[in-house]
């Protein structure tokens, strides 16, 4: 049973740093393509960025970049997001994804195979 589950998210100042994980579990992590989405309220949910099975990047979203990292250790079965320098418009639901297809067949239609639950965000200003 596949099961990816966030955590590391919270309350900040803007201007501040969270590291939010995707622990996943049930399948071969190191096969999946791995996608971070957040969801604001009132707001359609939008891709963050995606990451290749071997760690590589892509599909920034442009308010992101310079700003978040993307990263994975499949050996800890683990997705990361470092968010630095936050913003309150970056206030949201952070939800990860992963699919065994690669990255075109679902990343900008959203529609992966798994999801997590979510982890909130609330950036302050």
């Known amino acids: 049973q596949v099961q990816l589950v966030e955590s590391g998210g919270g309350s900040v100042q803007a201007g501040g740093s969270l590291r939010l994980s995707c622990a996943a579990s049930g399948y071969t992590f190191s096969r999946y393509y791995m996608g971070w989405f957040r969801q604001a309220p009132g707001k359609e949910r939008e891709g963050v960025a995606a990451?290749?099975?071997?760690?590589?990047?892509?599909y920034w979203n442009d308010s992101v970049k310079g700003r978040f990292t993307i990263s994975r250790d499949n050996a800890k079965n683990t997705l990361y997001l470092q968010m630095n320098s936050l913003k309150p418009e970056d206030t949201a639901l952070y939800y990860c994804a992963a699919d065994l297809r690669p990255l075109g067949a679902w990343y900008h239609q959203m529609n992966a195979n798994y999801w997590g639950q979510g982890t909130q965000v609330t950036v302050s200003s």
């Open positions: 990451c290749y099975p071997g760690g590589q990047s892509t």
